[in-house]
């Protein structure tokens, strides 16, 4: 497989040398190629990532501008191809480490965490400050409205409850129809959010003990800024308190917050089904069984 998406490469851009190569294919939408230790090729899995990836590379494009923190900046782009698995976004590969919860939990510096804690902070400061009219010439509307949550229930209905104990079910109904009942729960400004922001998305610089940058935006959407915060809540409460200083809108978006970070765990379940990937679906399901 590797070498069709090298082969891919050349036949687009034929003056790239190519010196060596490695394949990763654990991402759900994307398969990611290293080129030179130094770029970044993600080839589509299917139609439906195809669609993300361009969408994707249309937003990357249209906020450079706006964004401090280093993030990815499409350089190599083959986005027209009928076949999905042949179109792909390539870019120069931010140097650093993902900031899983493994990793993070390593870092007791407290100088180091405040100024973590800032970067971040004010990069999704940035990010949810983009203004509006910049986002909806992307074409972009708001994907975070009740409709969507009321659609994401249902599919939770039909392909997770009969793999769930009645007490699992019971509480998904309670989580939902407690938020889904309250209009006041959607009175938000809908900004560009990025929508998956975990640690494995976040790219921390060792050596400088600081953050390098913010890679797949392949989930940003015009919508809740909440949903951010939720991801960042991997890291803990305590570090969540860190951003506060420079975010202070995040302490009042907290209720809508705990709504989201309630979901994160089914929408992997859901993921797992829809895909035919058992091992999201467990992953997902396990505290609902």
Request: aromatic share 12%; hydrophobic share 40%; net charge negative.
């Amino acid at each position: 497989m590797l070498d069709q998406f090298l082969y891919t490469i050349h036949q687009t851009y034929p003056n790239l040398a190519i010196e060596d190569a490695s394949l990763n294919q654990d991402g759900q939408y994307n398969h990611v190629v290293i080129v030179n230790n130094a770029l970044v090729f993600r080839f589509a899995r299917f139609a439906e990532s195809a669609q993300t990836l361009r969408q994707e590379t249309s937003i990357l494009k249209a906020i450079q501008e706006y964004i401090t923190l280093e993030i990815p900046n499409p350089t190599y782009v083959n986005l027209d191809s009928p076949t999905p698995e042949k179109n792909f976004v390539g870019y120069s590969m931010i140097p650093g480490i993902p900031l899983w919860r493994e990793a993070f939990e390593q870092i007791t510096n407290e100088a180091v965490l405040n100024r973590m804690a800032d970067q971040i902070a004010d990069f999704l400061k940035e990010l949810h400050s983009i203004p509006l009219q910049h986002v909806l010439s992307l074409g972009l509307v708001n994907s975070d409205g009740r409709p969507y949550w009321m659609d994401l229930y249902q599919r939770f209905q039909a392909k997770l409850f009969p793999h769930m104990s009645v007490e699992g079910q019971d509480r998904v109904v309670e989580h939902f129809m407690n938020f889904l009942d309250n209009p006041e729960r959607f009175a938000y400004e809908p900004v560009l959010r990025h929508g998956d922001f975990g640690g494995g998305n976040l790219i921390f610089d060792e050596q400088a003990g600081q953050m390098a940058g913010v890679i797949d935006f392949g989930f940003a959407e015009l919508g809740d800024p909440a949903i951010d915060i939720g991801g960042l809540f991997g890291f803990g409460e305590a570090f969540v308190e860190r951003c506060v200083g420079s975010y202070p809108e995040i302490e009042e978006m907290l209720e809508r917050v705990h709504f989201y970070q309630g979901t994160f765990a089914l929408q992997e379940a859901l993921y797992g089904v829809e895909h035919d990937d058992p091992e999201a679906f467990e992953d997902g399901i396990a505290e609902y069984q």
